[in-house]
């Protein structure tokens, strides 16, 4: 029988809302990095059918221009979706502990808070109203008329919307 070879995927969307403000730092050679993590909800009905919520906390980090489109445009509690990979990293703690984590690479994020005004307020940006924006991280692709509208269900479609 022939050797079989798995396949070397590593692919992740999911959308949520941030936890906290996000993190903003720059590498020692200047790279922009951000990190911020996500709470992904989800509904479900349990034995004795009643509707239960579990959330998932999710971390994310992103570099170069997508770091910076995340610095100036998301808060606590801003909404995203958010395409990557997996990766882990470890690292030695302070106290000496080794500690490590899981966390999505993001290559795409898709910020699905509305542009212009919000609560009366002006929230520092130009934007027209509506527009939903992605953000990649590959300078040599142009993501302004595509959108993850095709990876949702016509509900989650009207919920964003």
Known sequence: MADLKMPEINYVIVAGNLTKDPVFRQTTNSTPVVNFSIASNRKYKDSTNQWQEDVCYVGIV????????????????????????????????????????????????????????????????????????VFSDDDSVDYTEDSFDKFLSSEESDLIK
């Open 62 to 133: 992103a570099w170069n221009k997508l770091a910076e489109s995340c610095r100036d445009r998301l808060k606590k509690g801003s909404a995203v979706l958010v395409d990557g990979e997996l990766q882990s990293r470890s690292w030695k703690s302070e106290d000496g502990h080794n500690r490590s984590i899981v966390e999505i690479k993001a290559r795409r994020i898709q910020f699905l808070n509305k542009r212009g005004k919000l609560n009366g307020t002006d929230d520092g940006l130009d934007g027209q109203g509506d527009e939903l924006e």
